[in-house]
T-cell receptor, first 111, second 113 residues
Framework: AQRVTQPEKLLSVFKGAPVELKCNYS??????LFWYVQYSRQRLQLLLR??SRESIKGFTADLNKGETSFHLKKPFAQEEDSAMYYC?????????????FGKGTKLTVNP | DTEVTQTPKHLVMGMTNKKSLKCEQH?????MYWYKQKAKKPPELMFV???????INESVPSRFSPECPNSSLLNLHLHALQPEDSALYLC????????????FGEGSWLTVV
């Protein structure tokens, strides 16, 4: 079974401070992991995915298969980073993609 | 065009009404999805269409009826809904591959009264 756990419902940091949003997963196959972000009153949008290994808006995430984690990190948080962040895992079933989301972490960056 | 477009943005319907939510994409994606998102909760998968055929139904009540008329369109027909069905309904699309990114629409806010 696919499962994604985001242990922190709320996370509050000050501008310029480092931020880490935790994500752990459970999946029997090779996982494909994503971070999606939802800014206030905007659509859910992809932030980054582990397979591309890129840095978007200063965020990075490394897949650690030993710890089954895919934590999202940014060295210096900005106020515009305040949003809801969802970690998600996909596995193929029936030829289509089933994306399972964690419960989300609401990040607030204070001035 | 990298957008998934959903209409209407807001819908209020009575429990005896019949209405439909519509979704359109022109990215050539052959997998399309309906998700339901309650306030402050993550999206929950409802249906997946792959090459215009229903491939996943996550035990959704029959008062929700999906339809995929062609590769660009996805509808969700609503009938005899309950107030607890009030939520944001998200349409999404992707290439039908496990490494494809899923693109979401802005959603349709549904209120059942």
């Amino acid at each position: 079974a696919q499962r994604v756990t985001q242990p922190e419902k709320l996370l509050s940091v000050f501008k310029g401070a480092p931020v880490e949003l935790k994500c752990n997963y459970s999946y029997s196959g090779s996982p494909e992991l994503f971070w999606y972000v939802q800014y206030s009153r905007q659509r859910l949008q992809l932030l980054l995915r582990h397979i591309s290994r890129e840095s978007i808006k200063g965020f990075t995430a490394d897949l650690n298969k030993g710890e089954t984690s895919f934590h999202l990190k940014k060295p210096f948080a900005q106020e515009e980073d305040s949003a809801m962040y969802y970690c998600a895992l996909s596995g193929q079933r029936g030829g289509s993609e089933k994306l399972v989301f964690g419960k989300g972490t609401k990040l607030t960056v204070n001035p | 065009d990298t957008e998934v477009t959903q209409t209407p943005k807001h819908l209020v319907m009575g429990m005896t009404n019949k209405k439909s939510l519509k979704c359109e994409q022109h990215m050539g994606h052959r997998a399309m999805y309906w998700y339901k998102q309650k306030a402050k909760k993550p999206p929950e998968l409802m249906f997946v269409y792959s090459y215009e055929k229903l491939s996943i139904n996550e035990s959704v009540p029959s008062r929700f009826s999906p339809e995929c008329p062609n590769s660009s369109l996805l509808n969700l027909h609503l009938h005899a809904l309950q107030p607890e069905d009030s939520a944001l309904y998200l349409c999404a699309s992707s290439r039908p591959s496990p490494i494809s990114t899923i693109y979401f629409g802005e959603g349709s806010w549904l209120t059942v009264v």
